[in-house]
């Protein structure tokens, strides 16, 4: 498995942007498909948005279209999600999680994902 940290959460105004950092380590990168998640307090961890090894026709959640973009560099080994004119709905830890054996159709899936980070916190105040 390889091991995930994320950086780039923090507390800003609605309508500001974010990016977040996903590093990837301990395995070859090859052909992982990757993913961001989040979890709000007392809510379960929700699918935000998941991306192929080649970085094509990434998904996102109806809540985020639009506003999020998921991208991957491969050759740094690092999944970025960019946040813009972010909500305080988006508050919530988020993680990012990789699939070792690729992407998978149920790309929103919690179970599909081997790996996990340690999560970073977003809050977004009105």
């Known amino acids: 498995q390889v091991q995930l940290v994320e950086s780039g959460g923090g507390l800003v105004q609605a309508g500001d942007s974010l990016r977040l950092s996903c590093a990837a380590s301990g395995r070859t990168f090859n052909n992982y498909a990757m993913a961001w998640f989040r979890q709000a307090p007392g809510k379960e961890r929700e699918f935000v948005a998941a991306i192929r090894w080649s970085g094509s026709s990434p998904y996102y959640a109806d809540s985020v279209k639009g506003r999020f973009t998921i991208s991957r560099d491969n050759a740094k080994n690092t999944v970025y999600l960019q946040m813009n004119s972010l909500k305080p709905e988006d508050t919530a830890v988020y993680y990012c999680?990789?699939?070792?054996?690729?992407?998978?159709?149920?790309?929103?899936?919690?179970?599909?994902?081997?790996?996990w980070g340690q999560g970073t916190q977003v809050t977004v105040s009105s």
């Open positions: 999680a990789a699939r070792r054996s690729g992407f998978s159709d149920r790309y929103y899936s919690v179970r599909q994902y081997d790996s």
